[in-house]
């Protein structure tokens, strides 16, 4: 799914170079998402990575449109995608690896969520004003 994503991504960027706008990051990001949703067949709600990177989208599409830097809206996308990841606890599995353990997972965080969320944050792009 990873790699799916990250190959929308970088398709929907392209050979752009320099000349990449947030917009189109924001773009990418969502491409990602898409293409994860596709495969997988998942949902907003299922308990899956695309948990924290919905919300994670939706937050950085929302900070660029509120003007904010790309770091800026990146790290505050960051945040929302972790508090997104944590609230997983409360969700029950309904497709992907989890699914089995159904009622056992209740109380813990989707792992997938959790770790695309740590990615999410370390990967903060740098402002090269």
Known sequence: MWGEALKAA??????????IQPAD?????????DRMQELGKAKLGDKTMLDALLPFADAL????????????AWAQAAQVATEAAQATANLRPMVGRAR???????GTPDPGAISLAMCATVALPHNHE
């Open 10 to 19: 970088g398709e929907t960027l392209g050979d752009q170079g320099a000349s």
């Open 25 to 33: 990051v924001v773009a990418a990001v969502r491409a990602g998402a």
């Open 61 to 72: 599409a929302g900070g660029i449109e509120q003007g904010l830097t790309l770091p800026d």
């Open 100 to 106: 089995p353990l159904a009622e056992r997972s209740l």
